[in-house]
């Protein structure tokens, strides 16, 4: 088998007080989407902030694209082709969504550029007026996910897209993530929405206290529910 496009190997990490990540394997093949859950606090910003370098890891692997990550900056790390749709969204509340989308364009030869991106987004075109502070939840995260996309990146890490959104918004979203999928994009998805997780991605990861414990297909997930129970707390999958 190919090497994964990401691949995540024994990392530790964590702040100054406390080790959060206490060896996590994890890893991303090209055009594939994978699903991590876990419970609140078990580490999965963690995670996605160590791969792009706002956290520095103590020990472990991120290989991206046969390259080693740990240790370079965040702005190489984006250089290299990843990009993050932040947990709680971090647009920039007084500049326009037009604003927005230019300060995170890096150009790239048959990439998204703002017209594009407006015409998978068009609801971003209609508000391309409007500051960040003026937009719904729902478009705060299509902006958040236009800046991705113009950053031309190879691999996206979505963290917790879903979250805090009405229903209507998460359907809206979950669309669009499903959208970038059936163009190849590859993504590591932070989902606590199992519904939408699963109709999301190829594969699942839970995470519990720093480490992964369970690893699965979609399908394979599925059909086994217990491990839905047991991992997650959660009854019905
Ligand atoms: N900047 C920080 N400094 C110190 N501790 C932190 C910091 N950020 C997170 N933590 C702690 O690290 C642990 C893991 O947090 P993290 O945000 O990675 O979890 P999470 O799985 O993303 O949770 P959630 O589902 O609530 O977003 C928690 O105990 C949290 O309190
Ligand atoms: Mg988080």
Do not use: C
């Not at 959060?20 to 609140?40: I, P, S, T």
């Amino acid at each position: 088998m190919s090497e994964a496009l990401l691949d995540v190997r024994d990392l530790r990490a964590g702040y100054r007080r406390s080790v959060v990540l206490q060896g996590v394997d994890l890893a991303v093949r090209e055009g594939e989407v994978v699903a991590l859950l876990g419970r609140n606090g078990v580490g999965k910003t963690t995670l996605v902030h160590s791969i792009m370098g706002l956290v520095r890891p103590s020990s472990g692997s991120i290989r991206f694209d046969g390259q080693e990550l740990s240790g370079r900056t965040p702005d190489q790390i984006a250089r290299r082709g990843l990009a993050l749709v932040p947990q709680g969204r971090r647009i920039f509340s007084r500049l326009s969504v037009e604003e927005n989308l230019k300060l995170a364009h890096r150009s790239r030869n048959g990439g998204h550029d703002l017209d594009s991106v407006y015409e998978l987004l068009p609801r971003l075109h209609e508000r391309r007026r409007h500051r960040g502070r003026q937009l719904s939840g729902g478009e705060q995260q299509m902006l958040a996910i236009g800046r991705a996309l113009l950053a031309n990146a190879r691999l996206v890490l979505f963290d917790e897209p879903s979250e805090g959104l009405a229903p209507k918004a998460v359907d809206q979203i979950a669309s669009v993530i499903a959208g970038l999928r059936e163009q190849k994009l590859s993504a590591l998805l932070v989902e606590q929405n199992l519904h939408v997780a699963l109709k999301l991605a190829d594969a699942v990861n839970v995470m519990t206290k720093g480490e992964i414990v369970y690893r699965a297909t979609v399908d394979e997930f599925r059909s086994d529910p217990k491990a839905a129970r047991a991992f997650l707390g959660v009854g019905q999958v």
